[in-house]
């Protein structure tokens, strides 16, 4: 995944979003500061979707050849190229004039903690026994510089802030992960944590859950995926490669928004049908796409 992170346009494509539709839906990854549609969200995604799973070095050429079919520019794919390796994304290896890229270990750790986020969006995650786990973090004036990567890491999480200085997620598994961003932001003497489940005293549950997510937006969001691709019917070869590089794309943004709650506590949530409908494209065309990237990227292409 994990990665995730933003949407594409493609020109080829008769079934673009609208542009004023695509900029009242434009979010950003807090977790990866990657605006939907640009070129490093396109280039994580190819390189989390078919790079990764290939297991091969990525050529230049291929690279540039994938981001081209989903509406980017020669110049600014190779500038996000340039720029992924520079923040350590890919490590470059040269054969004669011939560029190719692998996956840095971190950004595979990244990809694989994200694919089982993207993996569990329609989850209904019925196994919840009812406990939430609560952070109640202050953080400080003269840390606030902190504050910043604390809310991007906890909204990475799941976790909502119903209130200033609290935050919580019926994720309670997720608890050594928060613990190590508590710990790597050095905020330990300024939190405390509880695990247990809500009481009559105060806010419902569902009052928490509308007080703690914008899930409105979250859903309109849902909605104006789904749509776009309720009933995709690409060619084979490039078309369905291009489409699902930004079915992909679409997917992998929302562990960003969505904080996959139980069904318990949102029942009929629109991302779980939207997340099984795009896997499900997603699988069928699995195979195809995977025979038309190593082509692709074949070095007698």
């Given at each position: 995944?994990?990665?995730?992170?933003?949407?594409?346009v493609?020109?080829?494509?008769a079934?673009?979003?609208?542009?004023?539709?695509?900029?009242?839906?434009?979010?950003?990854g807090?977790?990866?500061?990657?605006t939907?549609?640009?070129?490093?969200s396109?280039?994580?995604?190819?390189?989390?979707?078919?790079?990764?799973?290939?297991g091969?070095?990525?050529?230049?050429?291929?690279?540039?050849y994938?981001?081209?079919?989903?509406?980017?520019?020669?110049?600014?794919?190779?500038?996000?190229?340039?720029?992924g390796?520079?923040?350590?994304?890919?490590?470059?290896?040269?054969?004669g004039?011939?560029?190719s890229w692998?996956?840095?270990?971190?950004?595979?750790?990244?990809?694989?903690?994200?694919?089982?986020?993207?993996?569990?969006?329609?989850?209904?995650?019925?196994?919840?026994?009812?406990r939430?786990l609560?952070?109640?973090?202050?953080?400080?004036?003269?840390?606030?510089?902190?504050?910043?990567?604390l809310y991007?890491?906890?909204?990475?999480?799941g976790?909502?802030?119903p209130?200033?200085?609290v935050?919580?997620?019926?994720?309670?598994?997720?608890?050594?992960?928060?613990?190590?961003v508590?710990?790597?932001?050095?905020l330990?003497?300024?939190?405390?944590?509880f695990?247990?489940?809500?009481?009559?005293?105060?806010?419902?549950?569902?009052?928490?859950?509308?007080?703690g997510w914008?899930?409105?937006?979250?859903?309109?969001?849902?909605?104006?995926?789904?749509?776009?691709f309720?009933?995709?019917?690409?060619?084979?070869?490039?078309?369905?490669?291009?489409?699902?590089?930004?079915?992909?794309?679409?997917?992998?943004?929302?562990?960003?928004?969505d904080?996959?709650?139980?069904e318990?506590?949102?029942?009929?949530?629109?991302?779980r049908?939207?997340?099984?409908?795009?896997?499900?494209?997603?699988a069928?065309?699995?195979?195809?796409?995977?025979?038309?990237?190593?082509?692709i990227?074949?070095?007698?292409?």
């Amino acid at each position: 995944m994990t990665s995730a992170a933003a949407t594409s346009v493609a020109a080829t494509s008769a079934s673009a979003t609208p542009a004023a539709a695509t900029a009242q839906r434009e979010r950003k990854g807090g977790h990866a500061d990657l605006t939907r549609g640009s070129a490093r969200s396109l280039l994580l995604t190819i390189l989390g979707e078919l790079v990764w799973h290939s297991g091969e070095p990525a050529r230049t050429s291929a690279l540039l050849y994938a981001m081209n079919g989903v509406g980017i520019e020669e110049r600014t794919a190779r500038q996000a190229i340039v720029r992924g390796s520079d923040s350590g994304w890919i490590e470059a290896h040269r054969h004669g004039r011939e560029v190719s890229w692998t996956l840095s270990p971190s950004l595979v750790q990244t990809f694989a903690e994200g694919s089982r986020r993207v993996a569990s969006l329609s989850d209904p995650f019925d196994s919840w026994d009812g406990r939430w786990l609560v952070l109640l973090v202050t953080v400080p004036q003269a840390l606030r510089a902190k504050r910043k990567r604390l809310y991007s890491d906890l909204e990475w999480a799941g976790f909502g802030n119903p209130s200033a200085g609290v935050w919580l997620s019926p994720h309670t598994e997720r608890r050594d992960q928060v613990a190590a961003v508590i710990e790597r932001l050095d905020l330990t003497e300024e939190t405390m944590s509880f695990l247990g489940t809500a009481d009559s005293v105060g806010l419902s549950e569902p009052d928490i859950v509308r007080r703690g997510w914008d899930l409105d937006a979250v859903a309109e969001d849902y909605e104006a995926v789904l749509e776009e691709f309720r009933d995709p019917n690409p060619q084979p070869g490039d078309d369905q490669l291009f489409t699902h590089i930004r079915i992909l794309s679409e997917l992998q943004r929302f562990p960003f928004s969505d904080p996959q709650l139980p069904e318990a506590l949102l029942p009929d949530w629109v991302g779980r049908r939207t997340a099984r409908h795009l896997q499900a494209l997603r699988a069928s065309w699995a195979a195809d796409v995977a025979q038309q990237w190593q082509r692709i990227n074949s070095p007698n292409r």
